[in-house]
């Protein structure tokens, strides 16, 4: 048996094989771009996830011979984005994506209004999907009056699928749409975004069979007729099912395009007010709470371009000691700031620069800017009460020994590394597909990885890295001030 994970990333996907064991099998990779028409909008066809979807199954169908015995599916995707359907299901118009930022105003209307906290469990950030619907109704209302049904990107390719319209509570938890508490869409709060129960989809648990491989494509694919499709999850539920970490305080710090801090819940435990995000996780009775700062590797993709210099040569650079904080200092505001600011318009900056600045200082600040960052995610999140013991290290910007050490002190938390290249959301959605197919218990699938190394603070920088970080929070208010 096999079974396949689809993760539906912001520049591309990716699809994982893996056997009964977990293991891994094969994966392919197809790329896409992202739209921005007007500063601080982002948007994506749908037609270019399923043509990158066909061709990556075309590889895995062509090299790996396990395919044909493929049982089930997941999937994961990127949170937040609004793909909006017609009767007829044609997709209307390019998906909004959750790094757009056009629908600030709608959120804060929507944010103060009475109970959207209380039932949500959020604060109301511009890059969820229910200011993105009111934004539409106040600037698109041709469109919006056509809309039958809003999907976000993993529930869209649930439906290329499975012809169904099915969603996930971890990806819906992020609409403002949902009773995270309850598991539910809420009357009241589709009521506040102006949208009504039926232009929802069902929906499932990640865990959960959401539907059956349509016929036409089992036939395509060359696979049988029944390959179950799980309910699938979004991103970083995915992330935490590929590595185990449901029980209380286990979590992960992810340097991806973004940077995000996650910790496990046993109960629902909301707290908008601290700019964290309670979410449903994707298994049933379980939740999770993150920090999410926007630009996380983005930072360093960034000073990549305008230095013609690989992410890696930069990072490669620094060696592997951590060294104490220079006169340079980074603020990676570059696309606004979720946790804990909640500001959509701030934006980044360098300080302390000189004639004898080098790109090496430059690199050094922009990583040390992000790591406190996530600080300010860790603090938001250990105000709720969670307690953190360690975090697993994922994320592409992980690759970086230097980083990861860095970040463990900021913090003053051991991150732990995990063996092998497969932990992400594509490895969490095949185990998705897989429960969702064998019926099998989640406690014997969703199992932590083994650990290849543990990174461990520096104990001589923890002292100087808090202070640092202190002046680095100081910054917000006075950099804000003359935007």
Same mark, same amino acid.
């Given at each position: 048996?096999?079974?396949?994970?689809?993760?539906?990333?912001?520049?591309?996907?990716?699809?994982?094989?893996?056997?009964e064991?977990?293991? #891994?099998?094969?994966?392919?990779?197809?790329?896409?771009?992202?739209?921005? #028409?007007?500063?601080?909008?982002?948007?994506?066809?749908?037609a270019?996830?399923?043509?990158?979807?066909?061709?990556?199954?075309?590889?895995?169908?062509?090299?790996?011979?396990a395919f044909?015995d493929?049982?089930?599916?997941?999937?994961?995707?990127?949170?937040?984005?609004?793909?909006?359907?017609?009767?007829?299901?044609?997709?209307?118009?390019?998906?909004?994506?959750?790094?757009?930022?056009?629908?600030?105003?709608?959120?804060?209307?929507?944010?103060?209004?009475?109970?959207?906290?209380?039932l949500?469990?959020?604060?109301?950030?511009?890059?969820?999907?229910a200011?993105?619907?009111?934004?539409?109704?106040?600037?698109?209302?041709?469109?919006?009056?056509?809309?039958?049904?809003?999907?976000?990107p993993?529930?869209?390719?649930?439906?290329y699928?499975?012809?169904?319209?099915?969603?996930?509570?971890?990806?819906?938890?992020?609409?403002?749409?949902?009773?995270?508490?309850?598991?539910?869409?809420?009357d009241d709060?589709l009521?506040?975004?102006?949208?009504? #129960?039926n232009?929802? #989809?069902?929906?499932?648990?990640?865990?959960?069979?959401?539907?059956?491989?349509?016929?036409?494509?089992?036939?395509?694919?060359?696979?049988?007729?029944?390959?179950?499709?799980?309910?699938?999850?979004?991103?970083?539920?995915?992330?935490?099912?590929?590595?185990?970490?449901l029980?209380?305080?286990?979590?992960?710090?992810?340097?991806?395009?973004?940077?995000?801090?996650?910790?496990?819940?046993?109960?629902?435990?909301?707290?908008?007010?601290?700019?964290?995000?309670?979410?449903?996780?994707?298994?049933?009775?379980?939740?999770?709470?993150?920090?999410?700062?926007?630009?996380?590797?983005?930072?360093?993709?960034?000073?990549?371009?305008?230095?013609?210099?690989?992410?890696?040569?930069?990072?490669?650079?620094?060696?592997?000691?951590?060294?104490?904080?220079?006169?340079?200092r980074?603020?990676?505001?570059?696309?606004?700031?979720?946790?804990?600011?909640?500001?959509?318009?701030?934006?980044?900056?360098?300080?302390?620069?000189?004639?004898?600045?080098?790109?090496?200082?430059?690199?050094?600040?922009?990583?040390?800017?992000?790591?406190?960052?996530?600080?300010?995610?860790?603090?938001?999140?250990?105000?709720?009460?969670?307690?953190?013991?360690?975090?697993?290290a994922?994320?592409?910007?992980?690759?970086?020994?230097?980083?990861?050490?860095?970040?463990?002190?900021?913090?003053?938390?051991?991150?732990?590394?995990?063996?092998?290249?497969?932990?992400?959301?594509?490895?969490?959605?095949?185990?998705?597909?897989?429960?969702?197919?064998?019926?099998?218990?989640?406690?014997?699938?969703l199992?932590?990885?083994?650990?290849s190394?543990?990174?461990?603070?520096?104990?001589?920088?923890?002292?100087?890295?808090?202070?640092?970080?202190?002046?680095?929070?100081?910054?917000?208010?006075?950099?804000?001030?003359?935007?």
């Open positions: 048996m096999s079974f396949l994970g689809i993760d539906l990333g912001t520049s591309g996907i990716r699809a994982l094989l893996i056997d064991h977990g293991a #891994p099998i094969g994966s392919a990779e197809r790329h896409y771009n992202v739209s921005n #028409p007007q500063p601080g909008w982002s948007e994506q066809d749908p270019d996830w399923v043509s990158a979807l066909e061709d990556a199954i075309a590889e895995l169908q062509s090299q790996f011979p044909a493929l049982k089930g599916i997941g999937v994961a995707g990127h949170m937040h984005g609004a793909t909006l359907l017609d009767a007829s299901g044609k997709v209307l118009r390019p998906c909004i994506l959750w790094n757009d930022v056009r629908s600030e105003l709608e959120a804060a209307q929507l944010d103060n209004m009475d109970q959207i906290r209380a949500s469990g959020n604060i109301v950030f511009p890059g969820f999907t200011p993105k619907l009111v934004w539409m109704r106040n600037n698109e209302p041709e469109i919006f009056a056509k809309i039958n049904k809003v999907l976000l993993a529930a869209f390719l649930n439906h699928l499975t012809d169904d319209f099915v969603a996930d509570m971890s990806d819906s938890a992020g609409t403002a749409w949902l009773d995270v508490s309850k598991r539910d869409w809420s709060l009521d506040a975004g102006h949208m009504r #129960p232009q929802m #989809p069902r929906l499932v648990e990640g865990s959960e069979r959401a539907g059956t491989l349509r016929a036409d494509l089992a036939r395509k694919w060359g696979v049988g007729r029944d390959v179950a499709v799980a309910g699938g999850a979004g991103d970083n539920a995915a992330a935490a099912c590929g590595i185990g970490a029980s209380e305080g286990s979590g992960f710090v992810s340097l991806g395009t973004s940077g995000v801090i996650l910790v496990a819940r046993n109960s629902y435990a909301a707290a908008p007010d601290a700019a964290v995000h309670t979410f449903c996780h994707a298994v049933p009775e379980h939740w999770y709470q993150m920090g999410v700062m926007l630009s996380a590797t983005d930072s360093l993709n960034w000073l990549s371009r305008i230095t013609g210099k690989s992410p890696a040569d930069l990072t490669g650079t620094l060696g592997t000691e951590v060294q104490s904080p220079g006169a340079v980074c603020l990676p505001y570059l696309s606004g700031e979720r946790t804990p600011h909640n500001d959509s318009q701030i934006r980044g900056g360098f300080t302390g620069l000189s004639t004898g600045t080098t790109t090496e200082d430059l690199t050094r600040a922009v990583l040390e800017g992000v790591a406190f960052g996530l600080r300010d995610s860790f603090d938001a999140l250990r105000s709720t009460g969670v307690n953190i013991q360690s975090l697993l994922i994320g592409g910007g992980s690759a970086s020994i230097y980083w990861l050490k860095l970040i463990a002190t900021v913090l003053d938390t051991p991150l732990l590394v995990p063996s092998g290249r497969e932990f992400g959301a594509a490895l969490g959605a095949a185990k998705l597909g897989l429960l969702a197919a064998t019926g099998r218990p989640v406690s014997d699938v199992t932590p990885p083994d650990i190394e543990t990174i461990v603070p520096v104990a001589g920088l923890i002292a100087t890295m808090k202070d640092k970080c202190k002046r680095f929070r100081n910054a917000y208010p006075s950099l804000r001030q003359i935007q």
